[in-house]
């Protein structure tokens, strides 16, 4: 089968190799917490390894992530700076500690970066901003408002299940709390892009944020990223799993893992 140029063998063997990192990663730090009682940590959330890696195979240096103050595999993935020979290395990009709100902080972070293009393009470098359904998001909507007015560029990636089980069971939507169905309404009244994707389909995920992160580099609006995932209560089997539906999709392709 011929090599898809936006998704090249060597990207999807890539991809492959950081989901297992995500996932140890998640599963060291998750088996840490429990150990230790640690009831600060995010062992409710569902596995994000496809999600976590689909969207920082992007970064470049001087780029920013955003993660939770309890979220330390999202906090861990921030790469190494890229050096050049007989030139200074590149900042890297980071991972931030804040008192701000969270959106908020973020969006502060890419206002600063909207100002520092890179030097040999227009191109900007961006912040990503992972949170999840359902977080203490004060004052989110005018966050979002900010963001698109300004252009910044910022990707709001949050890992939900969809759809809401409270919205679900009773019909009605809280427009101040931070879940699928009022974020959705909101940016839908503001147009500002807002992509529910499969939070466990690695190539789909990884499409979303390639297109997302080209638009925010080149000065378009920011964008919200929610990845749909099961949620704790339900057991995936081995084939449902990120791993296992990436390796199956390769395996289609005819690509050695």
């Excluded at 920013?64 to 330390?72: H, R």
């Excluded at 900042?91 to 908020?104: D, G, I, R, Y």
Aim: proline share 8%; with cysteine.
């Amino acid at each position: 089968m011929a090599e898809n140029p936006l998704l090249p063998h060597r990207k999807l063997k890539e991809l492959h190799a950081l989901i297992l990192h995500c996932r140890a990663l998640d599963r060291g730090i998750k088996s840490k917490a429990q150990s230790v009682k640690d009831k600060n940590s995010q062992t409710k959330l569902p596995a994000r390894e496809a999600l976590l890696a689909a969207s920082t195979i992007h970064l470049e240096p001087g780029d920013l992530i955003f993660a939770e103050p309890d979220d330390s595999v999202a906090a861990s993935l921030a790469p190494a700076p890229k050096r050049v020979a007989r030139k200074p290395a590149k900042k890297a990009a980071q991972t931030v500690e804040f008192n701000l709100p969270h959106l908020a902080a973020a969006a502060a972070a890419a206002a600063a970066h909207s100002f520092k293009p890179s030097p040999k393009s227009r191109d900007k470098n961006l912040v990503l901003a992972y949170t999840h359904e359902d977080a203490l998001e004060p004052n989110w909507q005018a966050t979002l408002r900010f963001a698109h007015a300004n252009h910044l560029p910022l990707l709001f990636v949050c890992a939900g299940v969809h759809p809401h089980p409270r919205s679900r069971a009773t019909g009605k939507t809280d427009r101040n709390a931070f879940t699928w169905d009022s974020v959705n309404s909101f940016c839908k009244r503001l147009r500002l892009p807002v992509m529910p994707v499969d939070g466990e389909d690695a190539v789909a995920l990884f499409r979303v944020f390639q297109e997302s992160f080209l638009h925010a580099r080149a000065g378009a609006a920011p964008a919200v990223i929610w990845a749909m995932l099961h949620p704790t209560t339900v057991a995936l089997t081995r084939s449902q799993t990120p791993v296992a539906r990436l390796e199956a999709y390769c395996r289609t392709r005819g690509i050695k893992l």
